[in-house]
């Protein structure tokens, strides 16, 4: 499966650290609600199980299951960009890291606001690497995927299979509560307030450019 190469070169220079910006404030953003206690969105309580049944960190356990996933765009024939291995590679390592610089706060609303400033910032991060061009999360390119395979409108698609992965986390031990409930009604239009101000432009009708429309119309992890 190769990586796509990149269609235009069009600000380069502000896409890359872009993607690099929003990779990383996502990754932290995700170690901020799993130290909140509050529930975490669906594929980070999958993780989260995961970590408590298999061991590993649940940072790793978002690296694994991204490259899983990736490798289920082989039969459907999506192609992934330098965004897409980058999410790969960064955004697990990066809530680790948040994970192991960061305590759980001890009352409930420091919790409560560590909770609502996670899922504001994983907007942020979400308009970020959408935004810069750089290709669509694995989450994201399984999403549109079966979207394009199925005929099925993306928000089934997107609904069925998160639904999947948040009743597998929880029966493997992960977290849901009041923030799966809140990151699931505030992501998609958190992502849409911020994507304006976060797109690189480039020309009109590219590859990249459909796929940031699309994706933003139904955002969740990368």
Same mark, same amino acid.
């Given at each position: 499966?190769?990586? #796509?190469?990149?269609? +235009?070169?069009?600000?380069?220079? #502000?896409?890359?650290?872009?993607?690099?910006?929003?990779? !990383?404030?996502?990754?932290?953003?995700?170690?901020?609600?799993?130290?909140?206690?509050?529930?975490? +969105?669906? %594929? +980070?309580?999958?993780?989260?199980?995961?970590?408590?049944?298999?061991?590993?960190?649940?940072?790793?356990?978002?690296?694994?299951?991204?490259?899983? !996933?990736?490798?289920?765009?082989?039969?459907? #024939?999506?192609?992934?960009? !330098?965004?897409?291995?980058?999410?790969?590679?960064?955004?697990?390592?990066?809530?680790?890291?948040?994970?192991?610089?960061? +305590?759980?706060?001890?009352?409930?609303?420091? #919790?409560?606001?560590?909770?609502?400033?996670?899922?504001?910032?994983?907007?942020?991060?979400?308009?970020?690497?959408?935004?810069?061009?750089?290709?669509?999360?694995?989450?994201?390119?399984?999403? =549109?995927?079966?979207?394009?395979?199925?005929?099925?409108?993306?928000?089934?698609?997107? =609904?069925?299979?998160?639904?999947? !992965?948040?009743?597998?986390?929880?029966?493997?031990?992960?977290?849901?509560?009041?923030?799966?409930?809140?990151?699931?009604?505030?992501?998609?239009?958190?992502?849409?307030?911020?994507?304006? %101000?976060?797109?690189?432009?480039?020309?009109?009708?590219? &590859?990249?450019?459909?796929?940031?429309? =699309? =994706?933003? &119309?139904?955002?969740?992890?990368?």
């Amino acid at each position: 499966m190769a990586v #796509r190469v990149l269609g +235009d070169t069009h600000a380069l220079g #502000r896409r890359l650290p872009q993607l690099a910006v929003g990779l !990383v404030l996502y990754g932290a953003s995700m170690g901020l609600m799993l130290r909140s206690g509050l529930g975490l +969105d669906p %594929w +980070d309580v999958l993780h989260q199980g995961l970590q408590r049944s298999i061991g590993l960190s649940v940072g790793a356990w978002v690296t694994i299951m991204g490259a899983l !996933v990736l490798l289920l765009w082989i039969p459907m #024939r999506q192609r992934p960009g !330098v965004g897409t291995v980058a999410n790969v590679a960064v955004i697990g390592a990066a809530m680790d890291l948040t994970l192991r610089l960061l +305590d759980a706060p001890g009352g409930l609303p420091a #919790r409560i606001a560590l909770m609502v400033g996670a899922v504001l910032l994983n907007g942020l991060a979400t308009g970020l690497y959408i935004g810069a061009r750089l290709g669509p999360g694995p989450r994201d390119g399984l999403m =549109t995927g079966l979207h394009r395979r199925t005929g099925r409108s993306l928000r089934l698609v997107r =609904t069925g299979i998160e639904v999947t !992965v948040l009743v597998a986390g929880i029966l493997l031990g992960g977290t849901a509560g009041v923030g799966t409930v809140l990151y699931a009604l505030a992501i998609g239009p958190l992502a849409q307030l911020f994507l304006p %101000w976060c797109t690189v432009p480039g020309p009109v009708g590219t &590859q990249a450019e459909t796929t940031a429309e =699309t =994706t933003a &119309q139904t955002p969740r992890k990368g």
